[in-house]
């Protein structure tokens, strides 16, 4: 007879189910099938012993950096990844020109170089390695610093006309995006 409040059968929580053996020795399926493949690629050759050292190789290291991995990626909505990488393509083209405006006629420059702090509402790990790697890609900005609480960006702009504008831009056009795909 159980007391009242003790989990009987029927309503004891379920543990949480384990990953089978084979998830656990392949952690990263299509990870390990681009190292194989990169290795025979770099090896340029198909020969066993390329194939079995490859293998290994391909096994073992995302066994050993399972932990770098922050979190598991979910996709949410794959139409808006579409519309950001076509954002970044569009502006990292812009942005090259108006780089290369100010390398070829240095006097035309406009505004002077600044920084600015974005306040920042996207939690997520892979959002904001994502966030940092648009705006290191693109030419005339740099990820400076992010706040141990992940809350504030610090952003070098070659040209800082109006840092409200760039606050604006940056949050409207890089961080609502990856707020819809990842959280």
């Known amino acids: 007879m159980t007391q009242p409040g003790q989990p009987t059968a029927s309503n004891a929580p379920a543990a949480p189910p384990r990953p089978g053996l084979l998830r656990r020795l392949v952690p990263a399926p299509l990870l390990s099938l681009a190292l194989l493949g990169l290795w025979l690629l770099l090896n340029r050759s198909l020969s066993a012993g390329h194939l079995v050292l490859g293998s290994v190789l391909a096994l073992a290291i995302p066994l050993l950096t399972a932990g ?22 569009a502006d990292t083209t812009q942005s090259n020109l108006a780089v290369a405006r100010l390398l070829l006629a240095p006097g035309r420059r406009r505004h002077p170089a600044g ?14 390695a994502v966030l940092a ?43 609502a995006p990856l707020m819809e795909i990842f959280e």
């Open 68 to 89: 770098l991995r922050p979190l598991p990626v979910r996709i949410r909505k794959p139409g808006t990844v579409l519309r950001l990488a076509l954002t970044v393509v």
């Open 115 to 128: 920084f600015v702090h974005i306040p920042l509402d996207v939690r997520d790990p892979n959002a904001l």
């Open 133 to 175: 790697m648009i705006v290191c890609i693109t030419p005339g900005s740099a990820w400076a610093e992010i706040s141990l609480d992940r809350s504030m960006l610090l952003l070098h702009v070659l040209e800082l006309d109006d840092p409200a504008t760039v606050i604006a831009d940056v949050k409207q056009r890089y961080e």
